[in-house]
């Protein structure tokens, strides 16, 4: 079985300042990973995703991350925060178990404030 | 293109009715996924369909069943309502089954359960 622990459930930075949110998950087979925001209200929306493809991935407003198997981690950064990056970020795995099941497993959460 | 819609937005009910939630999933996708994300976590996954077909089961009771239509929206039906079901239910739509495609999200059903 996957799972996906975010360290830290809630990060305050200053604008301007360098974001780093956690994630490590545990699976027993390579995964495939997934960062999405939500925004108050709303539902969730892709930043970015790893598919094996390449260890650093790049997502949408500025933000990417990288995968790292031999800690397990698939830390989100960005160099720059705005105040639009106010936010709930979670990480999610995803692997199939049997072939038949392909969900989201998804963090806890983590909450980004941005400080001006 | 239109992404995956959720109606109603928000529902109020009372503990023991019933109620059932819908999606129409984004152009071009034949798999729908279901979430319930209860205040301060992270979405649980429910169940998925694909092409018509329940695919895959979380852990929730029978009581919480689904359909998918000839269209691909899909419904999220609850009987016997419990306080804890009070959650924002999350649907998600994919292009197909395979493991690296991604699931866009609706913005989801705030139900209270009173």
């Known amino acids: 079985a996957q799972s996906v622990t975010q360290l830290g459930s809630h990060v305050s930075v200053s604008e301007g300042a360098l974001v780093l949110l956690r994630c490590n998950y545990s699976?027993?087979?390579?995964?495939?990973l997934f960062w999405y925001v939500q925004y108050p209200n709303q539902g969730l929306q892709l930043l970015l995703k790893y598919t094996s493809a390449a260890t650093l991935v790049k997502g949408i407003n500025g933000f990417e991350a990288e995968f790292k198997k031999s800690e397990t981690s698939f830390h989100l950064t960005k160099p720059s925060a705005h105040m639009s990056d106010a936010a709930e970020y979670f990480c999610a795995v995803r692997r199939g178990s049997g072939g038949s099941n392909y969900k989201l497993t998804f963090g806890k959460g983590t909450l980004l404030t941005v400080n001006p | 293109e239109t992404g995956v819609t959720q109606s109603p937005t928000h529902l109020i009910k009372t503990r023991g009715q019933q109620v059932t939630l819908r999606c129409s999933s984004q152009?071009?996708?034949?798999?729908v996924s279901w979430y319930q994300q209860a205040l301060g976590q992270g979405p649980q996954f429910i169940f998925q369909y694909y092409r018509e077909e329940e695919n895959g089961r979380g852990n929730f009771p029978p009581r919480f069943s689904g359909l998918q239509f000839p269209n691909y929206s899909s419904e999220l039906n609850v009987n016997a309502l419990e306080l804890d079901d009070s959650a924002l239910y999350l649907c998600a739509s994919s292009p197909g089954l395979a493991e690296g495609e991604t699931q866009y999200f609706g913005p989801g059903t705030r139900l209270l359960v009173l």
């Open positions: 152009s071009g996708h034949n798999t």
């Open positions: 699976s027993s087979v390579p995964p495939y």
